[in-house]
């Protein structure tokens, strides 16, 4: 008799309802929403901010069916996409320009759905919309920057070797040091070769000045260029995955440029503010004689800045008075981390390269007992974080920032300065914005290649194998509702490419049946009994189902590994599909018919 056990039938029973619970999200779209976040990523949405803004939309009558708070901001939930357009400028209006206010959408599956943790695929671009861009590298800009970091250093090992220069210079990427006697430009030769390698020095002179002048070798700055590149592609992965964009791309795509694809967002504005958003630290000596002197600091209050310095805002709103000169910059740092200090206050742990530590080192040295300032610079807003008197000098690159108002703003300061700032500039030379609509029809589109692919094989199966057509039917079903729950439980994203694999799987998951089927009508014109014929045509078809699966997995497995972007997409899809066929063709498709057929002792045709 072929008949399961109960508990596997139960099993089976199991996994088809968690395959719907999980499939089911998918079904219900997207909505269109807004989503409020505060400018400073130091500063975390709080329910006050929700209720500000469920009070905004109330106050304008838009009705919103849900409105949700989360680490990413507040996200209100709306009606049609008028309304979602008019939603954003009443919110920007009424919390301001510390407020970014964006176009987003949000999965519109019910809450108990949500609750379980069924949350829809992920979608990309090309079926959810959003942003594309192409953003060029500006390598000459990484060059200079290397030079200014390199006139820095040599000014510091100058200094430290007490050779005596007039004069040292930047001039586009190299670096100008001016000597009175020859002599001395000879040791600062020696001095330089022998501690920086990657450059390349030239005598001349220039009236009666002896110069020498560096710059970078030819493979250092090959070297500075891909370190640029590889920097920005870093922050840029930072800053757009601490804002919650789903599964965004960016990838390098050449020698100088990048990749940045942003689905969902429909805010050209609010993605190019995104790519924009970094941090970087700079370290600065406060002018304390004009500190102490009230007539300046009243002058730099009212924009008057007195020669040399700048102004810029303490955390507790007061204004203090920095010298222009940068003595160290966030590029020389290696990590920072969260943590506390001698006396349990939040602070933030920064480690500096060897260069920085030195250069560290030597400010610390000559300014004891004069007021260091250090600057957090933050989507072109700057800040001074703290202000604190140097007591002693400061080696071994460990640096100490205190003045955090809670662990959390000290953690936020960590994650900005090790995401750090962009190492060149960048400029988009390409932007491109898939509406939704777009995405909609491709999703349409692609929708119903599946089902008419489907509904094909479905009536071929039960027009050649009638009853058992059904049921080979009824496992492909179970076979794609596996699939997308699967895909769905991993939060995979469903590109086009991603929807013709699952088209691929369904036509090549039938093939397991016709295996099974044919076998069965084999046993049978051989003479074996309808119940011994369903036994032999599973037990041995399952050798050839699993010889064919298996090639064509490594196959898969071969475009996964060897392949890029859709192509590993579209892999893993088939990947999935392969082993999810598999299962339902042998283990759901004979449940079937062990169901309808298993209990009949004496069984006289099967309709096959």
């Not at 990427?173 to 006697?181: G, M, N, P, W």
Request: hydrophobic letters at 45%; aromatic letters at 6%.
């Amino acid at each position: 008799m072929n008949r399961f056990p109960l508990w596997k039938n139960l099993l089976v029973g199991l996994i088809l309802v968690i395959g719907l619970t999980y499939t089911l999200p998918n079904f219900f779209g997207e909505a269109p929403a807004v989503q409020v976040a505060p400018n400073r990523s130091a500063e975390k949405p709080t329910p006050e901010l929700m209720q500000r803004v469920e009070a905004a939309l109330k106050g304008a009558n838009i009705s919103s069916p849900g409105i949700s708070l989360d680490s990413s901001g507040v996200k209100a939930r709306l009606t049609s996409p008028d309304e979602q357009v008019r939603a954003k400028d009443v919110l920007q209006a009424a919390l301001g320009p510390t407020y970014t206010v964006a176009l987003n959408l949000i999965p519109a599956s019910p809450s108990w759905l949500t609750s379980l943790g069924a949350l829809p695929m992920y979608l990309g671009l090309d079926l959810r919309g959003g942003v594309h861009f192409l953003l060029q590298v500006d390598m000459p800009g990484a060059l200079t920057k290397a030079a200014e970091r390199t006139a820095g250093d040599l000014r510091s090992a100058l200094r430290e070797k007490k050779v005596r220069y007039s004069a040292i210079t930047r001039e586009g990427d190299t670096v100008r040091i001016r000597f009175s006697a020859a002599e001395v430009r000879s040791e600062a030769r020696t001095l330089i070769e022998a501690h920086y390698p990657d450059l390349q020095l030239n005598d001349t002179t220039e009236g009666a000045d002896l110069l020498l002048v560096a710059s970078l070798k030819e493979v250092a700055r090959r070297k500075v260029g891909e370190d640029a590149l590889q920097q920005n592609l870093t922050t840029l992965r930072n800053r757009v995955n601490e804002l919650g964009v789903a599964e965004p791309v960016i990838q390098q795509q050449g020698a100088d440029r990048i990749v940045v694809q942003l689905p969902g967002v429909q805010d050209t504005a609010k993605a190019k503010e995104i790519l924009g958003r970094t941090a970087s630290l700079e370290i600065r000596m406060v002018d304390d004689e004009r500190m102490d002197d009230p007539a300046a600091l009243a002058a730099a209050a009212n924009g008057q800045v007195p020669f040399g310095d700048e102004a810029y805002p303490e955390r507790d709103g007061r204004l203090i008075l920095v010298k222009k000169e940068v003595v160290l910059t966030g590029e020389y740092i290696t990590d920072a981390q969260p943590g506390f200090d001698q006396n349990s206050r939040s602070a933030v742990h920064i480690t500096l390269d060897g260069r920085g530590a030195r250069i560290f080192k030597n400010v610390t040295r000559e300014n004891v007992g004069k007021r260091m300032a250090i600057l957090l610079i933050e989507k072109g807003r700057t800040e001074v974080v703290t202000a604190p008197v140097i007591q002693e000098e400061i080696g071994g690159g460990r640096v100490q920032i205190t003045g955090m108002d809670s662990a959390e703003d000290a953690r936020d300061v960590s994650l900005l300065l090790r995401s750090g700032a962009l190492a060149a500039p960048m400029e988009i030379i390409e932007e491109r914005t898939v509406g939704p609509s777009m995405g909609a029809e491709n999703i349409e589109k692609g929708f119903q290649s599946n089902i008419w692919g489907f509904v094909a094989v479905v009536v071929f199966m039960v027009f050649y194998y009638r009853v058992f057509g059904v049921f080979s039917s009824l496992s492909l079903a179970a076979n794609g509702l596996f699939l997308i729950a699967i895909l769905s439980m991993l939060q995979a994203t469903l590109t086009l490419p991603g929807m013709a694999a699952i088209a691929l799987t369904l036509g090549m998951a039938i093939d397991a049946n016709v295996l099974i089927n044919e076998r069965i009508r084999e046993e049978l014109r051989n003479g074996n009994s309808p119940q011994a014929a369903i036994t032999a045509g599973y037990e041995r078809a399952f050798g050839t189902i699993l010889d064919s699966n298996i090639t064509t997995f490594i196959a898969g497995f071969a475009l996964f590994w060897l392949g890029s972007g859709p192509v590993r997409g579209f892999a893993v899809v088939l990947c999935l599909g392969i082993l999810t066929s598999i299962f339902s063709a042998v283990t759901v498709s004979r449940a079937l018919v062990n169901l309808t057929y298993g209990r009949q002792a004496r069984l006289g045709k099967l309709p096959i």
